[in-house]
């Protein structure tokens, strides 16, 4: 496994496996690797002869309260994770690279980045469309990969780009949860045993949810009212959101009609968890 932090460097060797016909994905991630992350690698492994993998910590992504400070970090280890998993390039740009004195343009998603997590972190799809729109025109690949735990910002991008012309497949992969329904993320590793605990209630709920809409329940009040009732009965939470959604549009939903995303962010103790799940009214989905 090469590692590049050059945009490009990295732009040369992609046009160079371009040009052979060779197909490439990208997998964009913020480090720390973890199974979520590992799995969407996998996937890339197996859909493209060349699999480039991007570690760059995005300021343009965070809050001036946020956690970029203190976001973990371990470039050896990702490293290692990655090399064991096949990936061909680690890439690895410098802040200064990806956004150098005199830089002033942004990407907006504008309807999608409104809501939910656009509304309790103002700026942060703005950051994300910015940092993956010059992740694609850097890397070029043929198919970028993302999970869907972040599935906001998986419509976001997925809009991103399809309103620019960007020639690339967007792929979403199914959240990978710990043994005990936890959805993984970086930020698990904030959270002390008892937050840690308190967590579950995100899977608890939404595992209610799928219930309900199983046994016939369809409106919106109905099934929130049940999340809210398991995550308020929890020590250390605070609800940020919780809302029923359309898969594509996230508009709102008062009723499912044939399917539906469940989104909450809940606050345990510092730090903030989100995490997700398709309500449909005819299978039974496992994510
Ligand atoms: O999901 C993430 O890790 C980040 O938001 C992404 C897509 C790599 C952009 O910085």
């Known amino acids: 496994m090469e590692i590049i932090s050059n945009p490009a460097q990295?732009?040369?060797q992609t046009q160079d496996w371009r040009s052979q016909g060779t197909k490439i994905a990208l997998v964009p991630t913020m480090g720390y690797f973890h199974e979520g992350h590992l799995s969407l690698m996998r996937y890339g492994r197996e859909i493209a002869t060349k699999l480039v993998v991007s570690l760059f910590v995005n300021p343009a992504q965070f809050g001036p309260n946020e956690d970029l400070a203190r976001y973990p970090r371990d470039l050896d280890r990702d490293a290692a994770m990655a090399q064991e998993v096949g990936v061909d390039v680690l890439y690895t740009p410098p802040a200064e690279a990806?956004?150098?004195p005199g830089y002033q343009t942004y990407v907006t998603v504008e309807e999608?980045?409104?809501g939910l997590c656009g509304a309790s972190r103002p700026g942060h799809f703005r950051g994300v469309a910015t940092v993956v729109l010059k992740l694609l025109h850097q890397v070029q690949p043929h198919t970028a990969i993302f999970g869907e735990k972040d599935y906001?910002?998986?419509q976001v991008i997925?809009?991103?780009a399809a309103d620019l012309d960007v020639p690339v497949e967007i792929v979403g992969r199914p959240i990978v949860r710990e043994a005990d329904g936890l959805a993984m993320s970086s930020r698990n590793t904030y959270l002390?045993?008892?937050?840690r605990a308190s967590?579950?209630?995100l899977f608890r709920a939404i595992k209610a949810a799928r219930e309900l809409v199983l046994s016939g329940a369809k409106s919106r009040a109905s099934i929130l009212e049940a999340v809210r009732g398991i995550i308020t009965a929890t020590p250390h939470t605070n609800i940020d959101y919780l809302a029923l959604v359309h898969p594509e549009t996230l508009q709102e939903l008062e009723t499912i009609q044939n399917e539906a995303r469940l989104v909450l962010a809940v606050w345990v103790g510092k730090t903030r968890l989100i995490d997700n799940t398709l309500l449909s009214e005819s299978r039974l989905c496992c994510v």
Request: proline share 9%.
């Open 199 to 201: 967590a579950l209630c």
């Open 152 to 154: 906001q910002q998986l």
């Open 10 to 12: 990295i732009r040369r």
């Open 192 to 195: 002390s045993p008892e937050e």
């Open 112 to 114: 999608l980045s409104r």
């Open 158 to 160: 997925r809009r991103l």
């Open 98 to 100: 990806m956004y150098p």
